[in-house]
């Protein structure tokens, strides 16, 4: 999905490798280190340096990892021409003349038994003036959008947790996180329209059918 023409690039937020260098977590890896390295880096070579926006460092492959080694994050904003990024980063994007404020971050503070949101919504309260916040992480995904209010006005604002492809580990088994399946597996990709302020946030099997009306 990342290579397909309508698609402009993607964010790596972290967490990209389990990079677990203890036991039992260690265990449960079908991959050594080496090839966990080299499967994420062919991945961003299919991509292409034109495709990647932005990394973020995750607490597996950057915190943990460091401890016994180096980052997975090491040489990749050279190799790929794309900034690396530790904590809240904040992205000024234009598309044509229409201006998105967005802040992204492997993790956002807080957490909800009530939706899978609440770090973005935390967010948008503690930092004023953005269009979207987004955050990894948690391995629950969800997406939100609501006004807030301002000065005689309001505007809408949106939240995304990106997802996991990671069914369970024996941590989750543990913690009594369970397994995942169906819709709470995968992605989201943010729409972004070129002539007016409008966001959509569409899961991969919508986005295929969104962008093949265009071609």
């Known amino acids: 999905m990342a290579t397909h023409p309508l698609v402009s690039g993607v964010f790596f937020l972290g967490d990209l490798l389990d990079s677990a260098n203890f036991n039992p977590a260690q265990d449960e890896s ?3 280190f080496e090839e966990q390295r080299r499967a994420m880096m062919s991945i961003f070579d299919y991509i292409g340096e034109d495709k990647i926006f932005a990394f ?3 607490n597996h492959d950057h ?3 460091r401890k016994y080694g180096t980052s997975k994050y090491a040489g990749l904003s050279e190799k790929y021409n794309a900034p690396v990024f530790y904590g809240n980063a904040y992205i000024d994007m234009f598309v044509n003349d229409v201006n998105y404020k967005l802040m992204g971050s492997h ?3 807080g957490n909800s038994i009530y939706n899978n949101v609440h770090p973005p919504v935390r967010g948008h ?3 004023q003036g953005l269009d979207i916040a987004f955050c990894g992480h948690t391995h629950k995904r969800g997406k939100i959008e609501q006004p807030v209010r301002e000065f005689r006005g309001s505007r809408m604002t949106y939240g995304v947790v990106s997802g996991t492809y990671q069914l369970g580990s024996e941590y989750t088994k543990d913690s009594g996180f369970g397994t995942q399946v ?5 992605m989201y990709w943010l ?3 070129h002539d007016k302020k409008m966001v959509r946030i569409s899961d991969t099997d919508t986005m295929l059918e969104e962008v093949a009306r265009y071609l």
């Open 30 to 32: 079908i991959l050594n």
């Open 191 to 193: 729409i972004l329209n």
């Open 125 to 127: 309260k503690e930092v």
């Open 182 to 186: 169906g819709a709470e597996l995968g």
């Open 107 to 109: 993790r956002l503070r």
């Open 56 to 58: 973020w460092k995750g």
């Open 63 to 65: 915190k943990w990892e």
